[in-house]
């Protein structure tokens, strides 16, 4: 059996559907991403199985235990790690662990060292004494991780881990999301909006769009419904019916003025692709990602309401 | 077992969150002094009340308003606690949401005790009893204003019903309830009014303690003290209950 199974949950609010009639099974074990936008519905339906939100309708179980007969169970079986800050800063990191364990009912006996193991955990030992206040923003997240798991869940939840951090605490966050897995066997299931997090962290990821998991494959099987590498040109005149008509090309695309080729097999064929195209100003050769296979699924990018995109985009329509 | 130290836990926290928020203890402190001081100073030159004097008189009074404002602030402030993600890691947790309650309820009791209890310094000399009752009392209300606040705050999303809450809970509790002014003389409407509020027995009772002077005999005011506290925690409870 699967360690999470989800039967058509779904979580209507007054005129929004949330989370529309979901079924997922996740391995003990694994790293199961939920990837898509904002409001796409990942967090409720990470907060139902969490026992936070009830279902409108269907339900799961987690651990075996079903989420509306034994939210107790369910709740000693996972830890969470939230969006936002959820520590106390104005206790110190050990204060917060302290605390943890005792609303866990982590045995005295034991508890101490339950304790260090976790700070050791996330490298954290030498500033056990510190009030969390005085935390950057990558150490009150990996203080979190070690709250999340000082009862020794199976699951671990953690709801867009890297959201708001630099990329460089990032990837740091990362090796500790893959430590956990590899280490401590704990099947994490994870929401988030970055491709790349999904894309490096991920065994299987499910893309979500408007309460409903449109795609699910391991991220190196999304990528290949694609082709194996995309070239983007801008051309004048494209010779769009040659290269439509060459074996190896799966798709031809036209889009705000480049053109978007994708292969089934890369290598030798590039040449060729490219003198019959025509004369290019910009060519660019690259991998398909996860960011491809969203856009081919929903026709829209992921981040469409980032400002930074949006100013990039602008600049790009000025300065042809 | 995981309730017991689910609740310590709560209770732990509160009392260390006491602890290093040091400017609000100062305030707290001296907010009442200036009652006692220049309210009751002032008033107190001109206003002719028995023995204590009337700084004395109203230092039940002013007990109470302590206890009142601590308590029912630190109840509504689960609005904040429910706006950021901490309280949330806490309802994920295994205990139950009664066991949330409580722990916060004895925090915000332990709270508004504290703060009181510097208070009560102001009151030397008490008697072995009298300070029992002035305590009991004291635990009694912070107890019940705690639970209404929590009570309160489950139900708001955002800060500004706080007002309201102020001109329409806390002041006329306070003002109507003969913390200020004898019981006796009063005009027909305030006899109705103050003997309706469960707050005029607390007082009445710590008066009667402290200094013999009391309208309504000590078992009433008990009883209708630990009722009040009784109701009101229910009502925290079934509240907690039916958040989300």
């Not at chain 2, 109701?231 to 907690?240: H, K, Q």
Request: with cysteine.
């Amino acid at each position: 059996m699967s360690i999470i199974e989800t039967h058509g949950i779904t979580k209507r609010y007054k005129n929004l559907v949330a989370v529309d009639h979901i079924d997922l099974e996740i391995e003990e074990g694994e790293i199961f991403g939920l990837l898509g936008p904002n409001g796409a519905g990942k967090t409720t339906l990470i907060s139902m199985l969490a026992t936070l939100v009830p279902p409108t309708e269907g339900t799961a179980t987690v651990n075996g235990f079903d989420i509306i007969k034994k939210p107790g169970d369910v709740r000693k079986s996972i830890g969470m790690v939230f969006q936002t800050p959820s520590s106390d800063d104005i206790l110190t990191g050990r204060e917060n662990l302290y605390l943890h364990s005792l609303l866990y009912g982590i045995p005295a006996e034991v508890r101490k060292q339950r304790i260090d193991d976790a700070l050791n955990l996330v490298d954290l030992k030498d500033r056990e004494n510190d009030r969390v206040k005085t935390y950057s923003g990558g150490m009150k997240r990996r203080l979190e991780i070690a709250r999340g798991l000082i009862h020794r869940p199976k699951i671990l939840y953690l709801d867009e881990p890297t959201l708001g951090l630099d990329p460089q605490t990032r990837e740091h966050i990362w090796e500790y999301i893959e430590r956990l897995s590899k280490d401590e066997k704990v099947t994490i299931l994870m929401t988030t909006h970055y491709m790349d997090e999904a894309d490096s962290l991920c065994d299987r990821v499910a893309i979500v769009d408007h309460g409903r998991i449109i795609a699910l494959d391991p991220p190196s099987a999304l990528k290949m419904r694609i082709g194996k590498s995309i070239i983007k040109a801008k051309v004048n005149s494209p010779n769009l019916e040659t290269i439509r008509k060459l074996p190896y090309v799966s798709k031809v695309e036209q889009k705000d003025g480049d053109v978007l080729i994708s292969l089934n097999e890369a290598g030798s064929h590039i040449q060729e692709v490219l003198c019959n195209l025509g004369e290019a100003s910009y060519v660019e050769l690259r991998e398909p990602t996860l960011n491809d296979v969203f856009i081919q699924l929903t026709g829209k990018e992921i981040r469409a309401e980032s400002a930074e995109d949006f100013a990039q985009v602008y600049a790009r329509a000025n300065n042809p | 077992m995981t309730e017991i130290t689910g609740l310590y836990a709560l209770w732990y926290r509160e009392l260390k969150v006491f602890t290093r928020e040091r400017s609000r203890i100062v305030g707290s402190v001296v907010n009442p002094l200036i009652w006692l001081v220049a309210f009751g100073g002032g008033l107190g030159s001109f206003l002719p009340i028995g023995s204590t004097g009337y700084i004395g008189f109203i230092f039940p009074g002013v007990l109470m308003l302590t206890v009142l404002f601590t308590a029912i602030f630190f109840g509504l402030y689960i609005v904040l606690d429910k706006r950021i993600d901490f309280f949330k890691s806490v309802l994920v947790a295994p205990i139950t949401r009664v066991t949330l309650f409580s722990g916060k309820m004895l925090g915000g009791c332990t709270d508004a005790f504290l703060q009181a209890a510097i208070l009560l310094f102001f009151g030397i000399p008490y008697t072995a009893f009298s300070l029992l009752i002035v305590v009991v009392f004291v635990l009694l209300l912070a107890m019940a204003i705690t639970s209404l606040g929590l009570a309160i705050g489950s139900m708001l999303t955002s800060f500004e019903g706080f007002g309201l809450i102020q001109s329409f809970v806390i002041l006329p509790l306070f003002f109507l309830s003969g913390a200020l002014y004898p019981l006796d003389n009063l005009p027909a409407w305030m006899v109705v009014v103050t003997r309706m509020n469960p707050l005029t027995y607390i007082v009445d009772g710590m008066r009667g303690a402290l200094y013999g002077i009391n309208t309504f005999p000590l078992f009433l005011d008990l009883g209708v003290a630990a009722l009040f506290s009784v109701v009101l925690i229910a009502v925290g409870t079934y509240a907690f209950k039916r958040m989300t």
